[in-house]
């Protein structure tokens, strides 16, 4: 594979590797090789060059590699795949992770978060990581969220609350809690919680995907929304307030709703934004409806931040058989969520 090192000037999106035994290599080479055919915005790989050139033999794409700084990766798009290397340190194998790799996991997201505060990229994509390498090594958050707003935090100086937003073409879902048994949600749901985040979920709707007034649907917890106590009294007691406040504060949030019946065709034209109690409650019916192409976008950064909403699929890395078009739509949502702002 060629390598080789040239100039430029605009801003692309950073994309990190993830880990690299999964499939990341894999939807990148192969995002990249369709890059004309499906309009893709320019992106630099932060990742190690020999995990690609290796990944795209194995998958028989001819990708040439430029090693370049994010202000020459534009230029290079069309011919070659940019990267800026971060070494993984010893030859990876598709579909074999690897705790020794974490390191270089961890680096690339720290890596393209700080260029992107530092106005270098665009926005952040991040490739698919495997928690359970990343806590063997060490890693003491619970997934890439939380530890993207410590980095957030670090690097601006400003706390913030990350949301995480699961947007497809027909939905988009938001899980008040997220990675907790579901035993624990209705202890840990209160009306401070659902209400910080509709506001964080109001505002960036507003400022990253132009919607001046977003309507948010409020999902209850309990079956029928609780049948006014009858069936629970989290609705009534803590959901069905929080709405109100939502209301006195200026943002048009509306229920508890029926679970069961708030995600059929007619019943999501009322809303931009379901608003979930817990992890399946959302990313079910998000997935059902849009399991190629929806996006993990995640709210309240101060940067823009888009991920495929897959994991890393071990299972088939290096057999050219993973779907890209997750990868595909978080790439082009994170230009144009960033188009947007700088046109705004």
């Not at 260029?115 to 997934?143: C, D, Q």
């Not at 969220?145 to 947007?167: H, R, S, Y």
């Not at 997750?326 to 960033?338: F, R, T, W």
Request: net charge negative.
């Amino acid at each position: 594979m060629k390598v080789s090192f040239v100039t430029s000037q605009d801003l692309p999106v950073a994309l990190t590797q993830g880990d690299p035994a999964g499939i990341g290599p894999d939807i990148t080479l192969v995002a990249w090789a369709k890059r004309k055919e499906l309009g893709l915005p320019p992106f630099i790989l932060i990742g190690d060059p020999d995990v690609i050139a290796s990944r795209a033999n194995l998958l028989g794409i001819d990708a040439g590699v430029t090693v370049c700084e994010p202000e020459q990766a534009s230029s290079v798009f069309s011919d070659a795949l940019p990267i800026l290397p971060v070494p993984v340190g010893f030859e990876v194998q598709a579909g074999q992770p690897h705790v020794g790799a974490a390191l270089a996991t961890i680096k690339a997201i720290e890596t393209a978060v700080s260029l992107t505060v530092e106005n270098r990229t665009a926005a952040v994509v991040t490739n698919p990581i495997a928690k359970s390498v990343l806590y063997e090594a060490g890693f003491g958050f619970p997934g890439h969220t939380e530890f993207l707003a410590e980095l957030a935090n670090k690097l601006t100086g400003q706390a913030c609350k990350p949301v995480m937003m699961i947007a497809g073409p027909k939905l988009r879902v938001v899980p008040v809690t997220i990675h907790i048994p579901v035993k624990d949600v209705p202890s840990a749901l209160t009306e401070e919680l659902i209400i910080e985040t509709c506001r964080i979920v109001a505002a960036d709707l507003k400022d990253k995907f132009g919607i001046e007034v977003p309507r948010l649907a409020v999902a209850g917890l309990n079956p029928h929304a609780g049948e006014d106590g009858m069936l629970g009294t989290e609705d009534r007691d803590i959901i069905h307030p929080a709405t109100i406040q939502l209301r006195k504060d200026g943002i048009d949030a509306f229920g508890p709703l029926p679970a069961d019946t708030m995600f059929h065709e007619a019943a999501r034209r009322r809303y931009e934004v379901a608003v979930c109690m817990y992890h399946d409650q959302a990313l079910i019916p998000a997935k059902a409806l849009g399991f190629d192409d929806s996006v993990n976008v995640t709210l309240g950064l101060p940067f823009i931040r888009t991920s495929p909403d897959h994991g890393t699929a071990f299972g088939i890395a290096g057999q050219g058989i993973a779907n890209e078009s997750s990868l595909v739509a978080a790439l082009k949502m994170a230009a144009e969520i960033a188009a947007r702002r700088v046109t705004a």
